[in-house]
């Protein structure tokens, strides 16, 4: 899973780049300078980014009022959906 600081650093990165971009844009450069700032900032940012995302799954709180009809049904229609993690809350 993507860890707080990780995200803020590629947030970081991509803002940078964006206004890397922005900045030479609006210097009066050429249009072939500025393309090639956004390109290397964007290179960058996806640089950054490059890392898979971990497994994605479901909060069993958003599915609290089905879970008290049966819990067994309920993680089976989650799994159907295709989360295949989950992430109790109080049960």
Sequence with gaps: MLSRRDALKRMGAIAAGAAAGTAAACSGESEAGAAEVGAA????????M???????GVQLYTVRAEMTNGVES???????????EVEFAGY
């Design 74 to 84: 309920t993680l089976e229609r989650v799994a159907a959906i295709g989360y295949e």
């Design 41 to 48: 900032a964007g290179t960058a940012a996806a640089a950054s």
């Design 50 to 56: 490059a890392s898979p995302i971990g497994p994605i």
